[in-house]
């Protein structure tokens, strides 16, 4: 079967840095991507992974082990607008881009 | 620049009504996505589309239905509206290659009572 495992739940503090984890287990693999989703609102593109290392963006960086089927998401410097849903979704589909989205790991950020 | 249009952005049906949720796109994407997302839940794939004319079942495609006659529209119908089919639904397309991310509407919300 196709799987993919977020932590359901985060909470950090405004200033600090989280990682977010995603596993998967998918028939195929073209590439992983993260999207941010406020509540409320339509996901937005974040980052993308196809080769193993780590991909930074500013403040949020995305890292890839195609070994191990796993992904994480770091994001630093925490703001209060990163309060948000975190979506891992792998692209195991062949060249039809289907993803497939875990459950999403809902991040609070305290003051 | 438009991106992905929905269409409406809220809706309550009574069960057995049908519907159609609209999609269209101005980026002249060839890949187009129907997904359901329950609360707390990741996105669920109804159907997809890789170019005019050709259409293909997800995750979860029973009770709906799609048509893809031109390039921009992907309009996702719901024959007989079931208290299950109670849902957001986001549309997405993407261009050419499947490395490029998914640009997402701003969602239809649904209700069926």
């Known amino acids: 079967g196709q799987n993919i495992d977020q932590p359901t739940e985060m909470t950090a503090t405004e200033g600090a840095i989280v990682q977010i984890n995603c596993t998967y287990q998918?028939?195929?693999?073209?590439?992983l991507f993260w999207y941010q989703q406020h509540a409320g609102e339509a996901p937005t593109f974040l980052s993308y992974?196809?080769?193993?290392g780590l991909e930074e963006k500013g403040r949020f960086s995305s890292f890839l082990s195609r070994s191990k089927g796993y992904s994480y998401l770091l994001l630093k410097e925490l703001q209060m607008k990163d309060s948000a849903s975190y979506l891992c979704?792998?692209?195991?589909?062949?060249?039809?881009?289907?993803?497939?989205f875990g459950q999403g790991t809902t991040l609070q950020v305290k003051p | 620049n438009a991106g992905v249009t929905q269409t409406p952005k809220f809706r309550i049906l009574k069960i057995g009504q049908s519907m159609t949720l609209q999609c269209a796109q101005d980026?002249?994407?060839?890949?187009m996505y129907w997904y359901r997302q329950d609360p707390g839940m990741g996105l669920k794939l109804i159907y997809y589309?890789?170019?005019?004319?050709?259409?293909d079942k997800g995750e979860v495609p029973n009770g709906y239905n799609v048509s893809r006659s031109t390039t921009e529209d992907f309009p996702l119908r719901l024959e007989l509206a079931a208290p299950s089919q109670t849902s957001v639904y986001f549309c997405a397309s993407h261009g050419r290659l499947s490395n490029q991310p998914q640009h997402f509407g701003d969602g239809t919300r649904l209700s069926i009572l």
């Open positions: 980026m002249n994407h060839n890949y």
């Open positions: 589309s890789v170019g005019a004319g050709i259409t």
């Open positions: 998918t028939s195929g693999f073209n590439g």
């Open positions: 979704a792998v692209d195991g589909s062949g060249n039809t881009g289907k993803l497939i």
């Open positions: 992974n196809v080769l193993d």
